[in-house]
Each structure stands twice: as structure tokens, then as C-alpha cells.
């Protein structure tokens, strides 16, 4: 069996990256022209396009889930944040995750001047 698996940063929903036949999963919503368009015939040859937005969970209902069982410490997710930095080293921190040093990091907002 012979596959590929592709990741490519788009930002245009016309592009299709399986070729002759495969499945495509786009993530998230592009902020211009959030339509998709395809020819008929890509389906009908095999193709597939699925998506997913967060995962697969739905915001109005999950999240505030997830939120409530994070408070309640059903669930453990600081153990999986490895760096914790301002903004001002945002380059750090990119530079951390291409050494692979780095699994998540939480980079905090300067505050605003109002």
C-alpha cells in the first residue's frame, strides 16, 4: 500500500491537495472567500473533502465543557505547556518549536493602553 500524507498551509479554499484520488481535510475557515468550490467530477472520480474546526468539537457546547471540567481539575492540561513566554519573544518561541524544544507554549498578550 502506497500513501502520501500532506500538510500545506493554504490560504485559498479552491485548492484540492489529493491527486487522481484521496481525501482532503481542511481546518479552520479561511477569512477571505470562505466558500468551496470543486468540480463535480473530482467526487465522482474518488475524491473525498472533509473538515474540521477545533478538532471536531462544537464551541457552543464543548468548550464551556472542557473549560468547566479544566476548572474542576477533571482534566490536566498544564503538564502539557512547556514554555511560558511574553510576546515580545514570539521569535524565540517559533525558534524553540523548529529545534523541537518546545511541545506548547503559552505566549502572553501585551496588556492594552487604553
Known amino acids: 500500500t502506497k500513501f502520501t500524507i500532506m500538510f500545506r498551509c493554504i490560504f485559498s479554499s479552491h485548492v484540492w491537495s489529493c491527486q487522481g484520488w484521496g481525501l482532503t481535510v481542511t481546518l479552520g475557515v479561511p477569512k477571505a472567500k470562505p466558500e468551496v468550490s470543486a468540480h463535480y467530477g473530482l467526487l465522482l472520480s474518488g475524491r473525498t473533502l472533509k473538515?474540521?474546526?477545533?478538532?471536531?468539537?462544537?464551541?457552543k457546547s464543548d468548550i464551556p465543557l472542557l473549560v468547566e471540567k479544566y476548572a474542576n481539575k477533571e482534566i490536566q492540561v498544564d503538564g502539557l505547556v512547556t514554555h511560558d513566554m511574553p510576546f515580545?519573544?514570539?521569535?524565540?518561541?517559533?525558534e524553540l518549536m523548529l529545534?523541537?524544544?518546545c511541545l506548547?507554549?503559552?505566549?502572553?498578550?501585551?496588556?492594552?493602553?487604553?
Open 51 to 59: 473538515g474540521s474546526l477545533f478538532g471536531g468539537w462544537r464551541p
Open 99 to 101: 529545534q523541537n524544544r
Open 88 to 94: 515580545s519573544d514570539i521569535n524565540k518561541a517559533l
Open 104 to 114: 506548547r507554549c503559552v505566549i502572553h498578550m501585551p496588556k492594552r493602553q487604553d
